[in-house]
Structures are given as structure tokens and as C-alpha cells.
């Protein structure tokens, strides 16, 4: 009750603020002695001057020389083209070179200046300053109020104005599955801390059947280097905290394909030698500004097999989902989809082995989330 | 984390609105508390309890002190922007001072050597968009260029219920959180399945045009919303001058009061020869002066729009309390274009009504020989032809073939040495034109006179007119995806030490050349620069802040003559703390001569 009490109060403020608004535009008469303000010309609606641009001349022949009027010489105008007189150019001329150019100048009437001169072309090259300019890092200030006392603020300025670290972390997947057999729990998150080019990674995902511990579980922390605008190169190392105890070290690329995908493709390297990689992609398809379609591929490759793992040599599983979102907040999203996903070749043969269907569909119900 | 502290929505309640401060010595209070726009509480941070700050209403010629008392819990700062000052007044911690400790009164002095509209923000951290800013006049020592019967400050800005520090945190983590606009399935923008794959294929949003909406963002006349009535009145047959001032933190507005002409007569605080508009775009910190002379209806409404058409500020020009003007609705989101991604004109086969060709763009088909023929002559390898390409933007429209095949959009070969290439860079402008001519995103066909820079003169004779000795080209540069945002591929973090430098009176043409699909508000401090325009050199426009339009490039002329350490950066502060910043040292004469 109490927040709607005082959104009436606040509003019943509001409601008397424009009377109070009246005064607030500093009123005053300003007597001022100047004749009244010229009126815009409404005649020169055709460009008086388009011809002063300086590209329409060609700048191989734009003069060093500063004086007035040079310029006009080489357009098919009747300007005058006496340097000296160019300081009184009329306004009439230049109206009649005029040739394109629809917009409304009014403003811009040469009527009555000083000088008419084109728009000088400019140095053509970039060349450094000179060395009168001086050299060494900016400390003006120092003289004023002394080295010491600038020294904070202008740290402070340099650790704020661009490679600032922020913190991220999202709950990309935390979901249950709904299958034949069984259903299952699924947890894939990911977050980092750092630099927009520099950064410390931290991922986690695993699954499980629910009521036990889960069968498949890692972490992962990641060093991530930007090489290109939109991909990091990722390395570190990944812990399986479920199923057998094993360390791999990681190398990966993880960043923004075209047309949106997000790429996340890694190389393992286990403690015992064997060699895995996965590749995950997903891209948001947008039906609204807040429900988001979101289909997903995951492919596990591996160079050997490893019966430990019951991992096959080759593609050893393909994941294939998809995922409708609502973005309740920006940060916030339940979601439900559909999933399937294949053991291939020797990770099949593993699988039945282990006594598990090789495919599985699972409908997904989980939220997704972020801060 | 972003340091700085964090912006907490406790402490008194801060009012909307200004009073007025003037004289020679002028006392100054930076605390916080919250603000309640429309109903929804924020944080806030005011200068002398208000949010905007008061009115400082000086003379030409005068000398001011400004005694400013930190009652936050963090460094704070006041940088008085536009004005011509020694640089340890300027207000920028780590360049011109070490900033304002909590509890520390701080004394700026200097003489008032300028006229115009200025404005005054918080440098230090992400004040700003909590409220740390307000409005400066400086009345001249002789008389105004115009007559006018009022005179009224229209200060924009953006609220949000936010802590600055979470925006930021989002706009690093979460690419597109505050765009509610974007490509969906069901949107309706006018965009071709080509058109979409293209964009995506890209990994850019056209639908990107500012970075933060109105779903964020409550956009305010004078600290006030849309819905709370800010007012100004007038009598039939007056003369009024508002002053517009742009205070947001990111948000550029499309100005216009419908059923009535604007006037401007000075930007950025200098004045102008007078040009009538209906229109006009104001980037981030970008001031306008304008004349309007109201007629006979009872109300008219000032519409501050947002460019990306997500929102507006509003105010009404009235002539009697309560009176009420209708109020047009947003018009359709803008998109970005091949062309902001620096296509050259002629392949622009996209049917946008956004790429129309007719005005503006014309003129710009000229300009854009000029800065490929700058390229050419640099050895970047700038594309072969590019007379023909650009004359031929016209023909282009229907015969170009839209086509991502062969086309790059990061092809680092075209930009200078000096440019620092990495992840920093998403996006290399193909054939940067000069879009001085540009009225700016969503503002290029509408059936009305808008507002560009060409269009601009400046009233009084600039004192330097000579030839610029050097050329400086400075790209701009970012990464949407990261949010990291850069001059030449550096972020200020990186470049903190290696300033911008020039020698005393030094003239030199600066050239910015935007390598990024957003318009960018760049803003030097200390000096004003002059664009180029086409103007004559004794009549290009004084201004601060340039906007560079996406893909495009903008050239402006600058006197060295303020000697010191200058900031100059991008003025859309998450872009500025994106790394889009750098020192400007200008040797002092007894160093340089």
C-alpha cells in the first residue's frame, strides 16, 4: 500500500510543478539597442555559393597563395578575378555559379562580407608537428599544482577512460531435461573478469540424472587474449569433477562469428595424453524484443578413442537443440526447446555399451541468466 | 569494476528546474540525493540543490571566482565548457587538476574573455549523467547582434533511474541492452531480407543509432520530463531567444517547434549569421542559439526528439498558463545505412528512404572527391576512381547492386600508419566523404528545412585566417561488441601519456575521419576551431564540438593559441570512458617561440 501512497503523492507533486514551471524560463526583456535581427533572405532558396567548394576546383591547382580570389578563376564563372578586388566580391556572381545543389543556404548569403575567398584546400599530407610542439608525456598541470598532487587524479583518469575491467557472468543453460528413461539436470555457465581485450574466464557445465550426483561434470578457467574484433584466444585448464578424475589443458577460440553466431571451440589435451575438441555455436533469432529463438549445435570430436571416458574416436556425439526464450528483463529468461543428440561411430558402440540409447530427444524446459 | 563510486538514490530530494547566480565571486555546492522525474525515483547529484544547476549569468570582461564546495562522497569537478581560460581552470581532473576532494572547497578564477551561451558539467567519473550540470550565459560587453523581447535556456538532457556505473558495466557486457528497437521478425522497418542477412552477416545493428532509448532514458526540458509542464511564455508579435543547450550524457535530439521557423544565430556559443530553419539536430554538448517569433496560435510545442526516435523532451512556448500546443508524435526510428559504414555513395542500391541523394547529399558527392583525393595522395590506398564513384552517387541509386561479396568493411589497408590495428577496430570506412552537408541520422528526407553545417557562418571576422601549416587526420575508431572506442586505435588508457601535440600559434587543419557506425560529438577544450565548411577561411563557424557522422569525415581549422593540456574527446560520456578521449598539449609561448 504504502508505495502506491506515495506514487499519488509524488504524482499530486508532479501536477503542481508547471505552475511553478511558469517562472523557470528565466523571463527577461533584454533591451537591446541593435536594429532588429535581419530576416533570413528567402530569396537565395538556389544555393548563392555552392561554387566555393573547394573540390569542384581541382586542388593540383589550388594556390599557396592565401590571397582572395585566385580560386574563382578557375571555375566558368564571371567572378572578378582581380586578387585584390576579390574582397568585395558581389553577391550576384556567385548566385549564378550555382549549379547543383537544392538545399536552402539562406544562411549562408556572402552579401556584404568582408571577403569571399573559396575555402583554402588544405595541407594534402599528414606530416608530425614541429618540434616546436615539444615532446614527452602532457604535465602542464605539474607546474600549477606540483607532481604529486596530479599524480592520483591522473591515474585515476587513465584506469577509467577505456581498458577498464567489468565483471560478467551468465547461466547460459540451467535446465531439465525430459526424455525417455530417466530425466536429467543440465548446467552450462560461463563468466569472466577483465579488460575488453583481456580476460580471465571461468566456465562450468555437467549433467546428471536427477536424485544423483551428476555423471558428467567440468570446470574450466581460461586466459583470453582479443586477436580479432569480435574472437578471443582462450587457454587454460579444465577439471571433470564427475566421472573419472582427469585434467586437460585447454587452447580454444571463443568470440562472434557472421551473422551472429556465438562460437565456442576448444582443444583438449588430458593428463593421460588423449586429445578431445568440442565446437558449440548458437545464434539469438529475435521474433520480438523479447522472445528469442535460439538454436544450438554441439559437436564432440575426439582423436583416439578413450574407453575410459567411453569417448570414440572421430565425431563422437552431435547435439542439436533449439530454444524459445522470453526475456522477462534483459537478464532474465525462462526458456523451453528441444533437443537431440547422437552418439556417432565408436562413441555409439560406447554408448550401448554403457547400456544408453546412442540418440536421445529431450524436451528442455530452464532459464537463462546474466549480470 | 568502472571506479568512481556508485550513484545511490537516498539524500534529499533534488527539484527540477534553476535559479539564477551572478557577480564576481560566486559560491558553488556539488552534493546528492534523488530525483523523482514523472513518477520514477533516480539518482541524483546537483549543484547548489538543482538539478539542472543554476543559472551563472556573467558579463564580458568581468573576472570571476568560483568557490566550489565538494559535499560528496567522491572527487568531483566543474569543467566550464566552451570557455576561454587558463587550462588549470578548465576542470578535467588528471589534465588541468587533481580535482575536488570530498569536503574541499576549490577555487577557480580567471577572466571572462567571451560571450555567449555556455554550460558547466561534472568531469569526474559518470556525474554528469546524475545530474552535475547547468546552464552559463555570458552577456557581451557591448551589444547583442539581434533583438529579441525574452530570453530562455531549453537545457536537454537524459534521466534515468540507473547508477551510470551499471550502464556502463551493461554497455561493456551486454551488446544492444538498452536498444528496444531492434531487428526482429515482426519489426517493421522497411529493410529488404537482404538487407537483414547483410547486417547480420556484419555483426551490426542497423537499428543502432544511440546507444541508449527512451526505455532508459527519460529525455528533460530543463530537469523536467515530458509530462511536467515546463513553460515559457510569450506575448503575440515577440521576439524570443532560447538558448538550446544539449546537457545529456548520450543522447543527441532532433529540435523543432512545429508551425514555427527557428533562427539560429550562434552556435556553440559564438555567434552566427542568421539562418532560418525548421529543424535542426544538436549532438551531445552542441549549443544553438535561436530567434523564434511566435504568431497567433496560443501554444506551440518545442519538440526535443530523440534521434533514434524512442522518446522526447518537451517544452511549450505559451501565452497563458496551462495553455497547450498538440504534440506530434515520434516518427519512425531511423536506420543505418551502407552509407554510415562509409560505402561510397554510388553502391547505395539500398531503397532506404534514409539514402536519399536529393539535397544535402549532393553537395557531399563533392566533398567526398576531396577526401578521397587526400587519401590518394597520402599512399593509403584509397579506392581508384574516386571522381567518377562519387559523381556518379546519383546514378548509383538505381543501378548499384548491393553487395557484401568483395566488399570489405574492415580493410585496414586504407587506413594511415599511425593507426594503432587490433580488436579495437570493428570497421574501416571505405571512402570517408565529407558530410559537412549532412543534416544528421533520420533528418536527411524530411520534407522541411533542416539544419547543416555548411549552412553555418560565422558572424564576426575570425582574427586567423592563414593557410593551416600541417594536416592532422585523427580516425576515429571502435568496437561495439567490446565498447571500446578510440582515437587512431587507442584508448585514452593507452595514449594518456602521448598527447595530441601542437606548437604555439601553430595553425593546422584537423581532419576526423569516423571509422564507426555512430555519430560521435567530438569536443576540444580550451579553443574554439573552425569548421570547414566551404566558408571562407575569415567566416568559418567557431565551434567546440563537431559531430562526425558515421562513416564519414568532418575537417575543422585550429589556432593554437591556449597554451596548456587540453581534454578533447568524443562527448557522449560512455564513449569518452570507452577510451574515445585525448590530451591536447599546446606549448606555451615562452616555450615554443
Known amino acids: 500500500m504504502r508505495p502506491v501512497l506515495s506514487a499519488v503523492l509524488i504524482g499530486t507533486a508532479l501536477i503542481a510543478v508547471p505552475v511553478h514551471a511558469q517562472n523557470q524560463g528565466h523571463a527577461m526583456t533584454m533591451p537591446t539597442p541593435d536594429p532588429k535581427l535581419p530576416a533570413a533572405p528567402a530569396s ?21 597563395d592565401p590571397h582572395a580570389g585566385h580560386e574563382m578563376a578557375d571555375m566558368p564563372t564571371p ?13 550576384e556572381p556567385a548566385k549564378t555559379m550555382a549549379p547543383k545543389d537544392d538545399m536552402d543556404h539562406s544562411g549562408m548569403n556572402h552579401e556584404g562580407l568582408g571577403e569571399a575567398a573559396p575555402t583554402s584546400p588544405g595541407p594534402d599530407m599528414e606530416t608530425p608537428p614541429p618540434p616546436e610542439a615539444g615532446s614527452g608525456p602532457p604535465r602542464a598541470a605539474d607546474a600549477i599544482w606540483g607532481a604529486e598532487a596530479m599524480r592520483t587524479s591522473r591515474q585515476d583518469l587513465q584506469r577509467t577512460h577505456g581498458d577498464f575491467p567489468v565483471f560478467w557472468f551468465q547461466g547460459d543453460r540451467i535446465e531439465a531435461q525430459i526424455r525417455e528413461g530417466p530425466d536429467a539436470y543440465l548446467w552450462d555457465i560461463q563468466g569472466y573478469y577483465g579488460g575488453p581485450t583481456e580476460r580471465l574466464w571461468f566456465k562450468s557445465e555437467g549433467e546428471g540424472e536427477f536424485g ?35 585434467t586437460h589443458a585447454v587452447v580454444g577460440v571463443q568470440g562472434l562469428a557472421p551473422y551472429m553466431f556465438e562460437v565456442d571451440a576448444a582443444l583438449f589435451v588430458s593428463h593421460r595424453g588423449d586429445v578431445t575438441a568440442r565446437i558449440e555455436g548458437e545464434v539469438d533469432q529475435r521474433i520480438t524484443q523479447r522472445l528469442i529463438l535460439q538454436p544450438r549445435a554441439e559437436v564432440n570430436l575426439a582423436a583416439q578413442d578413450v574407453p575410459l571416458l567411453g569417448i570414440g574416436a572421430g565425431i563422437d556425439q552431435i547435439e542439436v537443440g533449439v530454444r524459445l526464450r522470453y526475456e522477462i528483463i534483459r537478464e532474465f529468461a525462462p526458456y523451453i526447446g528441444i533437443e537431440q543428440s547422437w552418439r556417432i561411430g565408436n562413441g555409439a558402440d560406447f554408448a550401448r555399451a554403457g547400456g544408453q540409447d546412442p540418440s536421445v530427444t529431450s524436451l528442455v524446459a530452464g532459464i537463462r541468466f546474466w549480470f | 569494476m568502472h571506479r568512481g563510486g556508485t550513484h545511490g538514490k537516498g539524500g534529499p530530494r533534488i527539484p527540477a528546474g534553476f535559479g539564477e547566480v551572478s557577480g564576481d ?26 538539478v539542472p544547476g543554476p543559472l551563472i549569468r556573467l558579463r564580458e570582461g568581468q573576472n570571476v571566482r568560483f568557490n566550489v564546495t565538494n559535499n560528496l562522497g567522491e572527487d568531483t569537478s566543474i569543467h566550464w565548457h566552451g570557455l576561454l581560460l587558463p587550462f588549470q581552470m578548465d576542470g578535467v581532473p588528471g589534465i588541468s587538476f587533481p580535482g575536488i576532494r570530498p569536503g574541499q572547497t576549490f577555487t577557480y578564477e580567471f577572466p571572462v574573455r567571451q560571450a555567449g551561451t555556455y554550460w558547466y558539467h561534472s568531469h569526474s567519473g559518470l556525474q554528469e549523467q546524475s545530474g552535475h550540470y547547468g546552464p552559463l550565459i555570458i552577456d557581451p560587453a557591448g551589444a547583442e547582434p539581434v533583438e529579441y523581447d525574452r530570453d530562455y535556456i531549453l537545457l536537454l538532457s537524459d534521466f534515468t533511474v540507473l547508477d551510470p556505473h551499471f550502464i556502463m558495466q551493461r554497455l561493456r557486457t551486454g551488446e544492444g541492452y538498452f536498444n528496444r528497437q531492434q531487428n526482429t521478425w515482426t519489426d517493421d522497418y522497411p ?41 515559457y511564455l510569450f506575448k503575440p508579435g515577440e521576439r524570443v531567444r532560447l538558448r538550446i543547450i544539449n546537457g545529456s550524457a548520450q543522447s543527441f535530439f532532433n529540435v523543432r517547434i512545429p508551425g514555427l521557423p527557428m533562427t539560429i544565430i550562434a552556435a556553440d556559443g559564438q555567434n552566427v549569421r542568421p539562418v532560418e530553419v525548421d529543424e535542426f539536430q544538436i549532438g551531445t554538448a552542441e549549443i544553438y542559439d535561436v530567434i523564434v517569433e511566435p504568431g497567433d496560435a496560443a501554444a506551440y ?13 518537451l517544452a511549450m512556448l505559451t501565452t497563458s498558463p496551462g495553455e497547450r500546443a498538440s504534440v506530434p508524435a515520434l516518427r519512425d526510428p531511423p536506420l543505418l545505412t551502407m552509407g554510415d559504414m562509409g560505402m561510397d ?15 544535402a547529399f549532393v553537395g557531399d558527392a563533392a566533398g567526398a572527391e576531396m577526401g578521397a583525393k587526400d587519401h590518394a595522395q597520402m599512399g593509403h590506398g584509397a579506392p581508384p576512381a574516386p571522381a567518377e564513384a562519387s559523381g556518379s552517387a546519383v546514378a548509383g541509386m538505381a543501378a548499384g547492386e548491393m553487395s557484401m561479396d568483395g566488399m570489405k568493411m574492415r580493410d585496414t589497408a586504407l587506413l ?29 528526407d524530411v520534407p522541411h528545412r533542416v539544419l547543416n553545417y555548411r549552412m553555418l557562418t560565422a558572424h564576426e571576422r575570425n582574427r586567423d585566417t592563414r593557410e593551416p601549416s600541417r594536416l592532422l587526420e585523427l580516425h576515429l575508431t571502435g568496437n561495439m561488441e567490446r565498447y571500446m572506442w578510440s582515437f587512431d586505435g587507442r584508448m585514452y588508457s593507452a595514449v594518456s601519456d602521448v598527447p595530441i601535440r601542437f606548437a604555439w600559434n601553430e595553425r593546422v587543419r584537423v581532419k576526423l575521419v569516423n571509422n564507426t557506425m555512430m555519430a560521435h560529438p567530438i569536443h576540444l577544450h580550451g579553443m574554439f576551431f573552425e569548421l570547414v565548411n566551404g566558408e571562407s577561411a575569415a567566416y568559418q563557424p567557431r565551434k567546440n564540438v563537431v559531430i562526425v557522422q558515421p562513416g564519414a569525415s568532418a575537417q575543422f581549422d585550429l589556432t593554437a593559441n591556449e597554451a596548456g593540456d587540453w581534454a578533447f574527446h568524443c562527448h557522449l560520456m560512455y564513449h569518452m570512458h570507452g577510451g574515445m578521449m585525448q590530451t591536447v598539449t599546446v606549448v606555451g609561448p615562452e616555450i615554443g617561440a
Open chain 2, 25 to 50: 565571486v560566486i559560491d558553488l555546492a556539488v552534493g546528492s540525493g534523488h530525483r523523482i522525474i514523472e513518477g520514477r525515483r533516480g539518482p541524483g547529484i546537483a549543484v547548489n540543490g538543482s
Open chain 2, 301 to 313: 510545442a518545442i519538440v526535443g526528439e530523440s534521434m533514434d526516435r524512442s522518446g522526447m523532451a
Open chain 1, 79 to 91: 567572378t572578378p578575378v582581380d586578387p585584390h578586388a576579390g574582397h568585395d566580391m558581389p553577391a
Open chain 2, 345 to 359: 555513395h554510388g553502391s547505395g542500391g539500398m531503397d532506404h528512404s534514409a539514402m536519399d541523394h536529393s539535397g
Open chain 2, 191 to 231: 529493410m529488404t531480407a537482404e538487407e537483414r542477412r547483410m547486417w547480420a552477416q556484419m555483426r551490426m545493428m542497423p537499428t543502432d543509432i544511440m546507444d541508449i532509448g527512451g526505455k532508459t532514458y527519460t529525455f528533460l526540458a530543463n530537469g523536467r520530463g515530458p509530462t511536467e509542464g515546463l513553460e
Open chain 1, 212 to 246: 544423483s550426483a551428476p555423471d558428467d561434470a567440468e570446470v574450466q578457467a581460461l586466459y583470453a587474449k582479443a586477436f580479432a574484433p569480435f574472437w578471443d584466444f582462450q587457454v587454460g585448464v579444465r577439471q571433470d569433477i564427475g566421472g573419472p578424475d582427469t
Open chain 2, 416 to 444: 594511415p600508419p599511425d593507426v594503432a590495428v587490433g580488436p579495437g577496430i570493428d570497421m574501416v570506412s571505405m571512402a570517408p566523404v565529407d558530410k559537412m552537408g549532412d543534416p544528421g541520422l533520420g533528418l536527411r
Open chain 1, 44 to 64: 537565395s532558396a538556389s544555393d548563392p555559393h555552392a561554387g566555393h567548394r573547394m573540390p569542384t576546383s581541382p586542388p593540383a591547382t589550388a594556390p599557396a
